[in-house]
């Protein structure tokens, strides 16, 4: 009969990211999914639920002593993908009450505005993944 073998919280934490692993990580599959988003050709919720998902997932793959970074991380992200858009796909930004014909700058604060719930939901449950994982770790 064979064995189950369960892990070590050790174990397990050698293959936690760090913290800079889980940044690149993060930014290539926002990247990914700014692609696969914009295919269509406006920004839509597939933006906001890869957002939050990533949000969600780096605090869950980085070590508990690289926690500060993941939390940094999801307004960053937001803003430097929300920034991209604006200056690669303008036209893909669509924001009710935004002008036709507003310049780069109005562009990427009415679409940060526009996401700011996108933000706050995945900021959040960030930063209660981080808590969970502080409390959770029993290394003194």
């Known amino acids: 009969?064979?064995?189950?073998?369960?892990?070590?919280p050790s174990a397990m934490a050698q293959r936690d990211?760090?913290?800079r692993q889980a940044i690149v990580v993060a930014c290539l599959a926002m990247a990914g999914i700014i692609v696969l988003d914009l295919m269509?050709?406006?920004?839509?919720?597939l933006f906001s639920v890869g957002f939050v998902l990533i949000a969600v997932t780096v605090p869950l793959a980085v070590d508990v002593r690289s926690l500060f970074p993941?939390?940094?991380?999801?307004p960053a992200?937001?803003?430097?993908?929300l920034l991209l858009i604006c200056m690669v796909d303008p036209s893909a930004i669509h924001v009710?009450?935004?002008?036709?014909?507003?310049?780069?700058?109005?562009?990427?604060?009415?679409?940060?505005?526009d996401h700011g719930l996108t933000l706050?939901?995945?900021?959040?449950?960030a930063l209660g993944v981080i808590a969970l994982r502080i409390l959770g770790d029993r290394r003194d």
């Open 1 to 8: 009969m064979s064995q189950a073998v369960s892990r070590t």
């Open 17 to 19: 990211l760090s913290a």
């Open 40 to 45: 269509d050709g406006q920004l839509g919720l």
């Open 70 to 74: 993941a939390g940094v991380l999801p």
């Open 77 to 81: 992200l937001l803003l430097g993908s």
């Open 96 to 113: 009710d009450g935004l002008a036709k014909d507003a310049g780069l700058v109005g562009r990427f604060i009415g679409t940060v505005i």
């Open 120 to 125: 706050v939901i995945g900021h959040g449950l």
